[in-house]
């Protein structure tokens, strides 16, 4: 079965830096998405791509963060300038149909993103 | 403010016994209802997806029900499994775009033998 696969899996990154986390999405799958969980806390929302570009975002979202797809299968989460309360599990997402009752969002596995 | 609370936050239970799972919610307006499975260090999978008109589902061993009147929701899991042991998160969405998506914190279930 077609799976989401990101990487790095654990990133340990010093407050301030520039990290991107990377995603392949399901190939035949059009709208993608960035969640993160912060230990303990609930799944949040954080930006969803539809047709290269972004079609909503998150007051989470804010400019430190961008995303990407640089080409036809990477789909990329840029956080500029890291600060501690970065330190989550970020997960990427994507569906094959945007609202449509039968399309669920299909997760990988998660990198875990460790700011010191 | 949408929100959903999930019940009991954790629950222990014996190989082979049945357990229910409890989400309500304040969504709305509501479109639709899924539970996921959280295994430890994953990604959340769908195991089931509830619509206003449906008021139970089943998936092997999973069954779930919707009160779209009370906007209650519970995952009863029959013969646990080691297996079944994992977080599971209510997730609801509204009508109207992705930010309308609405996660419980989820109950984590711990099956042992």
């Known amino acids: 079965e077609p799976e989401v696969t990101q990487t790095p899996s654990h990133q340990v990154t010093q407050m301030g830096q520039e990290v991107i986390l990377r995603c392949v999405p399901i190939?035949?799958?059009?709208?993608f998405y960035w969640y993160r969980q912060i230990l303990g806390q609930k799944v949040e929302f954080l930006v969803s791509?539809?047709?290269?570009?972004?079609?909503?975002k998150s007051e989470i979202f804010d400019d430190q963060f961008s995303v990407e797809r640089p080409d036809g299968s990477n789909f990329t989460l840029k956080i500029r300038s890291t600060k501690l309360e970065d330190s989550a599990m970020y997960f990427c997402?994507?569906?094959?149909?945007?609202?449509?009752?039968?399309?669920?969002?299909?997760f990988g596995n998660g990198t875990r993103l460790t700011v010191t | 403010k949408n929100q959903v609370e999930q019940s009991p936050q954790s629950l222990i239970i014996l190989e082979g016994k049945n357990c229910t799972l409890q989400?309500?919610?304040?969504?709305?307006?509501?479109?639709?209802l899924r539970w996921y499975k959280q295994d430890t260090g994953r990604g959340p999978v769908s195991l089931t997806i509830?619509?206003?008109?449906?008021n139970t589902k089943s998936n092997g061993r999973y069954t779930a029900t919707l009160d779209a009147d009370t906007k209650q929701s519970s995952l009863h899991i029959t013969a646990s499994q080691l297996s079944d042991s994992a977080s599971y998160i209510c997730?609801?969405?509204?009508?109207?775009?992705?930010?309308?998506?609405?996660f419980g914190i989820g109950t984590k279930l711990q099956v042992i033998p």
């Open positions: 989400c309500n919610y304040t969504v709305s307006p509501f479109s639709n």
């Open positions: 190939s035949n799958h059009l709208y």
């Open positions: 509830m619509t206003f008109s449906e």
């Open positions: 791509f539809y047709n290269n570009e972004i079609s909503e």
């Open positions: 997730v609801v969405r509204s009508s109207g775009g992705y930010q309308k998506v609405t």
């Open positions: 997402a994507s569906s094959e149909l945007g609202n449509s009752y039968n399309s669920p969002l299909h």
